[in-house]
């Protein structure tokens, strides 16, 4: 009787509800990242929206579209001409419970797939405190510090070009947006990562080590320091999202956090030419 239970709770945790609810936190957090620079614009569009943050930046994408009801011809068509007419490619996040007419109208665009995420989820009812020594709140003076230590991470480089800078700064500058740097032993910041909340959902997001400090378990504390801050602000839930079978689906994973379901992203013709 108990493992009939267990196998039902699982199902209704993997759902539609549990989807549209992180996929609705995903699109608040995107659209915070018009906040800064200049020039960044947001379309609301098929129950999602799309951002655009600069031409380049892999910030610029459309997210939680779909989830609510059919997409339609018009509302691709919005969608294309939202970036086309800004010099961008459309890049679409796309979740596997949106509508399943969806993916065969985009292949039928010219539309592929170009890269997977692992969307993970973790309960923080009976979730513990864990001591994360050497991870600090980033302070409001430190916007380029922490852009600096994230984008070297994320892009495998010290030397950081002025557009690889603003999508740390777009991150940093959202509303609401709790920034983290974690710390080597010699007091040097060695990654960093950002907590959103919303309606009791903590989102666990631009996570980054740089590539010398790797290895020593900082991605963990990283973590843990914003699952406990998470659970100070009464979240019962938490969500994150990876590449899959990573180094920090791993951590996640270690942290108790459960794959719920993998995103495929998108891109039209714009950007396969």
Request: a negative charge; one cysteine or more.
């Amino acid at each position: 009787m108990m493992r009939h239970v267990r196998q039902m709770d699982a199902m209704t945790f993997r759902d539609a509800r549990l989807a549209r609810r992180l996929e609705a936190a995903e699109a608040a957090n995107a659209k915070g990242c018009t906040a800064w620079p200049p020039g960044s614009a947001v379309l609301e569009v098929a129950g999602g929206c799309a951002i655009f943050v600069g031409a380049g930046s892999p910030l610029s994408q459309a997210v939680g579209i779909g989830l609510n009801g059919p997409v339609s011809v018009a509302d691709l068509d919005g969608l294309e001409a939202f970036y086309h007419c800004r010099g961008a490619p459309v890049s679409i996040d796309l979740c596997p419970l949106a509508d399943p007419g969806l993916l065969p109208a985009l292949g039928t665009r010219g539309y592929r797939p170009t890269e997977f995420s692992s969307v993970l989820a973790k309960r923080l009812a009976a979730a513990e405190i864990v001591l994360t020594p050497r991870v600090r709140r980033a302070l409001a003076g430190e916007r380029d510090l922490w852009s600096h230590t994230v984008g070297s991470g994320f892009f495998d480089q010290h030397e950081l070009t002025g557009e690889e800078m603003d999508v740390g700064r777009a991150i940093f500058a959202m509303p609401g947006a709790m920034c983290w740097l974690a710390v080597a032993g010699t007091g040097e910041p060695a990654g960093g990562g950002a907590l959103a909340v919303y309606d009791g959902l903590a989102t666990l997001f631009a996570d980054s080590t740089i590539p010398a400090f790797r290895r020593r378990g900082l991605h963990y504390e990283m973590i843990a320091a914003r699952l406990n801050e998470a659970m100070a602000r009464g979240c019962d839930l938490a969500a994150a999202s990876t590449q899959p079978g990573s180094t920090s689906q791993r951590n996640y994973e270690r942290l108790g956090f459960e794959v719920v379901y993998t995103k495929v992203t998108l891109t039209d013709a714009a950007a396969n030419s």
